[in-house]
């Protein structure tokens, strides 16, 4: 919860708050983490008011445990230093040179010409321009630790595409929406409502 941040053994962060765990792709880390900790929230919020966890010797309830899951969410769709999100297809600006094959190589329909394996890395993989192909909600492997990122499809520690980075933000994107879904649902805050312990209970356990 960044409580801790002095200690040697705290997961380290980027300048911009992204956690970061190893320069090959690190948003599988952060996907993972932003899931976990969402679903622990629950299991705080169900367990009643008063429910913690201990960090750093401080109390810490559902609610700073959602926020910091939801945090690294917002870090991936943008709300970082260089305003890019490592959502392909999301946002204004995204990877464009993702590290994929398929993504990498004209479509069959624009050209009508075979491309093997060698036609794919000898005529495409080292162009510059942009992916004639658009691998929509595909996660990159993200920044290094100093929140940097070079969009080069050589570059695969960065831009290759995995299925377990954005496996786990299926789950978290199912429990925003069912959080925002609720919260939409409650009667607008008046004075005596505005501290409505409901605003805590609506951090449920995280959909499947």
């Known amino acids: 919860m960044g409580r801790?941040?002095?200690a040697g053994d705290n997961v380290e962060r980027s300048p911009g708050g992204m956690l970061y765990v190893r320069q090959?792709?690190?948003m599988q880390y952060v996907t993972s983490a932003a899931f976990l900790l969402s679903v622990y929230s629950g299991y705080l919020s169900a367990a009643g008011d008063g429910a913690a966890v201990t960090c750093a010797?401080?109390?810490v309830g559902a609610e700073e445990v959602f926020g910091h899951a939801r945090a690294q969410v917002e870090y991936v769709l943008g709300s970082n230093p260089r305003g890019i999100s490592y959502l392909v297809g999301y946002g204004a600006k995204f990877p464009a040179r993702v590290h994929h094959r398929a993504a990498s190589i004209v479509p069959y329909k624009d050209r009508k010409e075979?491309?093997?394996c060698a036609q794919g890395f000898d005529d495409w993989f080292g162009r510059r321009s942009a992916n004639p192909n658009v691998v929509v909600g595909a996660i990159v492997g993200g920044p290094d630790r100093r929140d940097r990122f070079r969009d080069d499809r050589v570059n695969y520690m960065q831009t290759e595409a995995c299925t377990y980075n954005t496996a786990p933000m299926v789950g978290m994107f199912a429990m925003l929406n069912r959080v925002t879904r609720e919260q939409s649902s409650l009667p607008t805050p008046t004075p005596s409502t505005a501290t409505s312990p409901r605003r805590e209970s609506s951090r449920g356990t995280a959909a499947a």
Do not use: C
Request: aromatic share 16%; no cysteine.
């Open 114 to 116: 075979f491309i093997g």
């Open 24 to 26: 090959w792709n690190n």
């Open 57 to 59: 010797g401080e109390a």
């Open 4 to 6: 801790n941040a002095a």
